[in-house]
């Protein structure tokens, strides 16, 4: 089956640091999402990007299919941030494989 | 437009007992996963359905689970005779009826297994 890998594992940052998360993926996929779980459970959807670049506020994202990889920009961190970013890919039979993911701490 | 609906957000059972948990899916999509999150790890896929359909249920241990998505009602995520290692953190997650669309997640039932 499909691996995703998440890096890095844990991201520690002061308030108003920039950060870059990167998420590789073993074979071509249908789609990709980016999530982030807050310190309460919800996963929170935040990208949809199967390719191509993405902008939300302070979150963007890129992914380059064809060399099986994206990425998950934050700038100006804040500490509302903090959580788990899970990337996951849609595989042909429409499930989605999760990534082991990115914990971020924010500090003020 | 509401979103994914999963009840109860909390679950408390003792070893043997019955647990079901419940899905209702954004309106407009028929579509229905399920996920577990073991603590400290990610979500892994359990069971995949449409109306009256399972499509894939490749993730769901072979025993003691099962799930359902009838034609009027929510999905039901049903694990007979608990036993501790059941205790996880079961999110549903919805689609509309396309392939390959994002998919939209609950908040997730947290069973505790005593």
């Known amino acids: 089956g499909i691996q995703v890998e998440q890096s890095p594992p844990d991201l520690i940052l002061q308030e108003g640091a920039n950060s870059t998360l990167r998420c590789n993926f073993s074979?071509?996929?249908?789609?990709l999402q980016w999530f982030h779980q807050n310190p309460w459970g919800q996963l929170i959807n935040l990208f949809y990007i199967p390719s191509g670049t993405k902008q939300n506020g302070r979150l963007s994202a890129t992914t380059v299919a064809t060399e099986r990889y994206s990425l998950l920009y934050i700038s100006s961190s804040q500490t509302t941030d903090s959580g788990v970013y899970f990337c996951a890919v849609i595989d042909n039979t429409d499930k989605l494989i999760f990534g082991t993911g990115t914990r971020l701490q924010v500090f003020p | 437009n509401a979103g994914v609906m999963q009840n109860p957000r909390h679950l408390v059972r003792r070893r043997g007992q019955e647990a079901r948990l419940r899905c209702s899916p954004m309106?407009?999509?028929?579509?229905v996963y399920w996920y577990r999150q073991l603590p400290e790890e990610g979500l892994k896929f359990m069971v995949y359905l449409q109306k009256e359909n399972i499509i894939d249920e490749s993730g769901m241990p072979k025993e003691r689970f099962s799930a359902e998505f009838p034609k009027e009602g929510p999905s039901i995520l049903r694990i007979q005779q608990v036993v501790r290692g059941d205790s996880a953190a079961y999110f549903c997650?919805?689609?509309?009826?396309?392939?390959?669309?994002?998919?939209?997640f609950g908040p997730g039932t947290r069973l505790t297994v005593t």
């Open positions: 997650a919805s689609s509309p009826p396309y392939t390959g669309y994002e998919q939209y």
């Open positions: 309106k407009g999509h028929s579509h």
């Open positions: 074979d071509s996929v249908n789609n």
